[in-house]
């Protein structure tokens, strides 16, 4: 980690402190104690294991768009490359802002598979716009077909509709690429047509053309489709499990709309570990249904941890097996 990244870390690091102490000091020490009593151990390891099978569902994912685009690995030793350079990417956003981590997963596996890094970034950018679609299509279902829509702020819909609205567009557009990226593949080489500075720009872009090829390949398309609807309704049986296991009532449109607000928030404001963004949204939120703010930052701490207990452990250890090649490139 360079000065500069450990400056942002140590800068957001503090805004989360401070976050996190203005939720603390709204609440009572008693009544959070006693809000941790109530936590169900079996309810937390239980959403711990769900969130765990939603990144195993999440690599498959990134694999496939990696094997439609031509990025594959293929000795053993590359295919750990996947895990890897996931849970690195997923490290990394967790501790750097802006998403940084959407930029390091590619770069490790580029430089450990030697594939091209546009290519390899085109792959990413299509899952990030399937999640915010399936994003959007929650906020629909808990919007539209469940009850209790009455109980939601007024604003939430505006941003489901100009999340759909994003994401939705952003997979068009990679469409419409990737078929002009088809009919140019066979193209000259643009470095010998317009010169090396403007032919390598070309080039690059259309490496990241080729990233967006599993968009059409109707199979992959239909894997991403599943594979990115059954990552997120695990993030809302996760949620779910919890609010059961605590003994509040858990319509399933309130899991729903945690999982939209949360998601929105932290890639909105992305502080260390999400910590403080995460905590004020399910506050804010569950007041909505009266569960009370002890009770709801317990239950925000514990989502918290079972994030953190796959990611942290797995992305040191990709970065210790990688030998933080992708830092040293």
Not at 29 to 45: D, K, Y
Not at 94 to 99: C, E, G, K, S, Y
Not at 113 to 141: K, M, N, Q, Y
């Amino acid at each position: 980690m360079s000065k500069s990244d450990g400056l942002r870390f140590g800068v957001g690091l503090l805004i989360s402190g401070l976050l996190l102490g203005l939720l603390f000091m709204n609440i009572d020490a008693s009544e959070l104690a006693a809000a941790w009593g109530r936590v169900s151990l079996w309810g937390a390891l239980g959403a711990v294991v769900v969130h765990g099978l939603s990144l195993v569902l999440r690599v498959r994912r990134w694999a496939g768009l990696l094997e439609a685009s031509n990025c594959a690995p293929g000795p053993e030793a590359h295919r750990r490359l996947i895990w890897d350079a996931a849970f690195f990417g997923w490290l990394v956003n967790l501790v750097l802002p802006a998403r940084a981590g959407e930029l390091a997963r590619p770069l490790m596996y580029s430089a450990g598979s030697e594939r091209p890094f546009a290519r390899v970034l085109g792959t990413s950018l299509i899952e990030r716009a399937a999640d915010l679609a399936c994003v959007a299509l929650l906020g629909f279902a808990a919007l539209t077909l469940l009850p209790g829509v009455e109980q939601l702020p007024s604003w939430l819909p505006q941003v489901v509709w100009a999340g759909a609205a994003v994401a939705f567009g952003a997979l068009l557009l990679a469409l419409i690429l990737a078929r002009r990226g088809s009919e140019g593949e066979r193209g000259a080489d643009p470095v010998s047509t317009v010169g090396s500075r403007f032919g390598s720009l070309v080039l690059v872009f259309r490496r990241l053309q080729e990233g967006f090829a599993s968009l059409r390949q109707p199979r992959a398309l239909v894997r991403l489709s599943a594979e990115s609807l059954g990552i997120w309704l695990l993030e809302v049986v996760s949620v779910w499990i919890l609010l059961v296991t605590f003994g509040h009532p858990a319509p399933l449109n309130l899991a729903f709309v945690h999982v939209v607000a949360v998601t929105l928030s932290v890639s909105i404001v992305t502080l260390p570990f999400g910590l403080g963004v995460e905590q004020a949204t399910t506050v804010g939120l569950l007041s909505l249904w009266n569960i009370s703010r002890p009770d709801a930052l317990a239950l925000s701490l514990v989502l918290t941890f079972s994030a953190l207990a796959w990611v942290v452990p797995g992305g040191l250890w990709a970065w210790w097996r990688q030998g933080g090649r992708s830092g040293a490139r």
